[in-house]
């Protein structure tokens, strides 16, 4: 059976406004001036401890991470939308496939959101940022799914939204789709294979599952 593994953030939720507002407050906290969103919205995907050093901030990281995380886990659910398509697009995967969720997000966070949407019960791992040691674009996380799920790689796809999911599904060794969505400006430099969104990218990988059945 397939396995498909899906990024979050872009590709099945939209949390910028959550993550937007956690960054402003959290440097606020501080006495700092908050970066501007645009600045913020680049570096969405890698690691809170990278994305705060990438926004001058190097002292003191761990406990900005940590209060960011504070902050977005009282917000997150209010401040998070599933993307369009985002439910039929599982619901059709799960058809077919085994589902996997690999994010650089916090995994207790991640996996509240989507019980909260009502679809965690479609996945049968989450792998967050706290359950590896390399995050994306590393292929650690995408190799730990694999193996929790026991699936081999020949049967495996990632769908994600930035060059960090393509990387990680590549250096793995797997198949992947990447999607549209305004954190990547890059993303046409490292995926091959590019859809409107994620059902789009379900559907792709279900018709090409089909023809090499056939």
């Known amino acids: 059976m397939r396995v498909i593994l899906f990024d979050l953030d872009g590709t099945l939720i939209d949390s910028t406004e959550a993550i937007l507002y956690g960054f402003r407050k959290t440097f606020e906290t501080f006495g700092r001036v908050p970066p501007k969103d645009e600045d913020v919205k680049k570096l969405i995907g890698l690691p809170l401890d990278v994305m705060f050093a990438n926004l001058g901030i190097e ?12 902050i977005y886990k009282v ?22 496939a085994r589902l996997g969720i690999v994010t650089t997000k916090t995994g207790i966070y991640s996996k509240e959101l989507l019980e909260h949407f009502g679809v965690m019960k479609y996945f049968e791992v989450l792998i967050g940022r706290e359950d590896v040691k390399n995050p994306k674009p590393h292929p650690e996380p995408v190799l730990r799914a694999l193996h929790l799920m026991n699936a081999n790689k020949e ?4 769908i994600g939204d930035t060059c960090l999911d393509m990387l990680s599904a590549k250096e793995a060794g797997i198949k992947s789709v990447a999607v549209e969505f305004e954190y990547d400006k890059k993303l046409h430099e490292c995926a091959e294979i590019i859809k409107k969104d994620a059902l789009k990218a379900v559907e792709f990988i279900k018709n090409y599952s089909e023809k090499e059945k056939a």
């Open 59 to 70: 002292e003191r990281v761990e406990e900005f991470v940590q209060t960011y995380k504070n």
């Open 75 to 96: 917000i997150a659910k209010d401040m998070t939308v599933l993307l369009p398509n985002a439910k039929e697009a599982i619901l059709l995967a799960k058809s077919f």
């Open 155 to 158: 049967s495996a796809w990632m």
